[in-house]
């Protein structure tokens, strides 16, 4: 076999979930010997599904699966994709923070290096440490896996998708299987400086294994891979070869969200072309503090504004936004509502009482899945909903319900029968609309927002958007907390960048979008 | 005058809310079944009117031991002091009454208001678990209404001033019913024309999410059980006057196990979030109907009873938890 041939190729792929959502189709990919394959594309764009059919977690409705040129079924599950050298790394959820590095590394395989019911301790550190020295890894093996840095954890978690396919193929030398290791977003935790290292270790790992790496950021696909394929609405929009072709950024973020740009909605709606400084300030925070999560965070929050906090998971964007909803506490600094200042340590009531409101994208978080949309939406609208016949009885009105549901229903574009359908049928889309339309009515004077549109297709994103900066526009403050740098450029009038938990830098739309090439 | 095709709408959309009564509430088929069979096997006792009478009493009594402790349970926690109540505030109003002659028996839903809000304020605030909070309270309001009935010195713990109550005004309708009648009333307005059976859902349901959109999680916890509480001292003074204007003094887990039996029979599952005083009214009528229709089956040992019954019912509530997961997946 020449070393151009394919070790892994799959053709033709399609993949139907529920009758009508096509999540794949027609996808046909390969993996060279020793290369890094980047497969990139938007939330949705069916990155996840392909992955998962090459290691079998889902079956694909039709098409054909090549190893090393013989045509073979495609993986019943997990176990069986090992066997064939197939392993997925992903991107969370992959570490168990109590185990020491070695338990860690063979977690699952113990079985072959058990004696008479016995861990042979003594074999898998030796085995383990001289896969480390072979892989370049440096780490102690008898710590913990949580106190490694996170690069780090992520190393070992490929040293042990690499381990797992040799222990498993029963590879003694004669490479005939080379192992494909598949990377879901690696980088997704890790800040700059780690995501070099880390890059900087696959490609030493490149001389005995393949890598598909599945991101959706441009310029490390750029700089790592040697074969690109974009993924857009299930289907391979582009193919580049990165050693014979030039290609731009540009143009490869053209291909995968299919279109000039989408920055120019926030242009569109900016709120009073951007000035912000006349407004009237609805929040500010005065060197806010939390012992081991950030400290020192000081902003001002104006009307109609919309701040974004940016950094890598961890660096304490998520923390900050908890303290201003009242999920927790800091422990020191102030925070001002409309001038007043307001207890620290709080609860998410008291804060709605103050007018400031939280919305996650996270689906099942705070929508209540087995409700009907009327109730998920009159929840925090009870005053709009009852009468009061007495004083103190308050009475639900079902029509006013119905039609305060229904004109968020028509508001939003929410595609449902009607108000009384049960959200757990909704398209992920729409259960987020459901979610952020029960504000709509509220109007609170702030909106805490949490990776709004994780999870959600092109489309659906574009509308959610659009509903959060038309709120914006009529007066609602905003704070967003993301993984996904373009939400920040689509939504935010400022971009606050925090790093281990301090504030680093403060840009305004239009910077945060040349810096991060937007 | 309406046109033939409006009759017709409401025709269908009558139709389809009983179709989604039906589908949403198990419990509907579960009666109608068991209305067929025992017509069908005891025709001549089970449809007498004295039978039908006695299931409409015994109705009374197990929806007010249950319809309270739903809320608690739509929270996601349990509520098992209502014997407690029941049985400790009936001795309070029969050592009440020789100081304030009838209206001593408001201090039923006082007192069951009382203990509810203790139960809630240290099940939220010391975050001590339901159950053992709970049954630790029966128990000792158990004991303290022996202990009152030993030291007096008397059999039973018997008001006979209340005698007047045992009649009803209405012929054929025990009035155990009509006492219970407006606290199933209450229970179904807060339920369903209050925020609070919404409140109550959502904190079953996602508790999470129910923080996130601005509800005081502990406030309406504390509420419901305090609600629990007052529903089922409201609901206790039916049960007193259908024992014969007396209160129980000896513990009987077997009543214990009715006001859950008819809770989970109606379709409100132990884990909360879904369900609500109209089923458990559902939930009472079923485990009303085994019980009254096993025993008037001949062959069936009256002493054997509660056996058969509570074996039953273990199969119904593992039955029920297991479609109700099966609901949860699809």
Known sequence: MGTLDPILEVRDVSKTFDRVVRALDNVSIMVRRNEIVSVVGENGAGKSTLMKILVGVYQPDSGEMYQMGRKVPFPRDPLDALSRGISIVYQERGVIPHLKVYQFLFLGLEEKFTRLGRLQLGKIIGLAKSVFEELGLKCDLASSMYELPPSTQKMVEIARAILSVRLMVGMDGEAEIIPVIILDEPTAPLSIEERDELFNYLLNLKKSNSFIFVSHIIPEVMKFSDRIYVLRDGRVVAHHDLSSEKVTEDQIFREIVGRESYYDLWARYVYGAGAVEGRRVVLSVRNLTKKGYFENISFDLHEGECIGLFGPAGCGKSEIAKALYGEIAADAGEILVDSRKVKLKSEPYARVKLGIGYFSGETGKELFLFWPIRKNVSIVNFDKVTKRPLKIISVISFNAERSLAEKIMKKLRIRAPNVETECYSLSGGNKQKVSVGKWLEKSPKILVLEDPTIGIDVGAREEIYEVLLEMKKNGIAMILVSDDPKEYAILCDKIISIRGGVIQATYTNEEFRRLMGL | ?330
């Open chain 2, 1 to 330: 005058m309406k046109s033939e095709v409006e009759r017709l709408k409401i025709g269908s959309v009558i139709a389809a809310s009983i179709w989604r009564l039906v589908k949403v509430n198990p419990a509907v088929w579960a009666i109608v079944a068991l209305v067929v069979i025992f017509s069908a096997l005891v025709p001549d006792k089970f449809l007498s009117t004295s039978n039908l009478v006695a299931i409409l009493k015994n109705f009374a009594v197990t929806s007010m031991l249950a319809v309270g402790p739903t809320f608690v349970i739509l929270l996601g926690s349990i509520d098992v002091s209502y014997m407690g109540i029941w049985m400790f505030g009936g001795a309070l109003v029969w050592l009440l009454y020789p100081y304030l002659g009838l209206a001593s028996i408001a201090i039923y839903p006082i007192f069951g208001l009382l203990v509810g809000l203790f139960n809630g304020v240290v099940h939220v605030k010391a975050k001590v678990p339901s159950f053992i909070l709970t049954i630790a309270v029966t128990a000792v309001l158990a004991f303290l209404t022996t202990y009152v009935r030993n030291i007096s010195g008397v059999l039973t713990l018997i008001v006979p001033a209340y005698n007047f109550l045992r009649e009803s005004p209405i012929p054929y309708i025990p009035s155990p019913f009509l006492l219970a009648l407006p606290v199933i009333v209450l229970a179904l307005f807060i339920m369903f024309f209050t925020k609070l059976g919404t409140y109550f859902c959502a904190i079953g349901s996602n508790e999470e999410g129910a923080k996130l959109a601005g509800i005081n999680v502990e406030k309406y916890k504390i509420l419901a059980f305090t609600l629990s509480g007052l529903l089922t001292g409201l609901g206790s003074i039916a049960i007193f006057v259908h024992l014969g204007c007396q209160t129980r003094v000896d513990f009987d887990p077997s009543e214990l196990v009715r006001g859950l039996a008819a809770i989970v029979l109606g379709g409100t599952p132990l884990a909360g979030g879904m369900g609500g005083p109209h089923r458990t009214l559902l939930g009472a009528l079923v485990y009303v109907l085994i019980f009254n229709g096993l025993f008037l089956l001949p062959g069936v040992d009256p002493n054997h009873l509660k056996l058969y019954v509570g074996t039953l019912l273990l199969g119904a509530v593992i039955a029920a938890s297991r479609a109700l997961k099966g609901a949860l997946i699809a």
